[in-house]
C-alpha cells in the first residue's frame, strides 16, 4: 500500500513532495497590446419632433341599435313514456366437465 502511495507521488522521475527539484521557468509575461482604437461615427442628425395633439378630438356617438324581436320558440310536445317488453330470462349454462379444474389427486 505504501508503494502505491509513493508512486503515486511521483511525477516525471521526480517526488512531488521534494523542494530540491529545480523550479520551472517563470512564464515570460506577454508584450503588451495596442489599444484598439474604432473610427468615431458621423454625427446623427437629429429627427424632427413630431407636434403632439393637444386634445383628440371627440368621438360621434354611437346610434342605439333597434331592439329585435323574434317570434317565440315552438313547443316541444312532450316525449310519451314508452314500456320496453320484458327481457327474455338468459338460461344457466350448465358447468361443463373440461372448465371445471381438475379434482385433487391424492398422494398415498
Known sequence: MLVLLENSLCY????LLDTTAPQ???I?????????QFPSLPPQPTLPSIPQPTELPPLPAI???????????PTIPSIQKFS?????????IPSLPFLSP???SESP
Open 63 to 73: 346610434p342605439a341599435l333597434p331592439k329585435l324581436a323574434f317570434p317565440p320558440l
Open 24 to 26: 520551472s521557468p517563470p
Open 84 to 92: 320496453f317488453p320484458p327481457l327474455p330470462s338468459i338460461p344457466i
Open 12 to 15: 516525471g522521475g521526480r517526488h
Open 102 to 104: 381438475p379434482p385433487a
Open 28 to 36: 515570460p509575461s506577454l508584450p503588451p497590446q495596442p489599444t484598439l
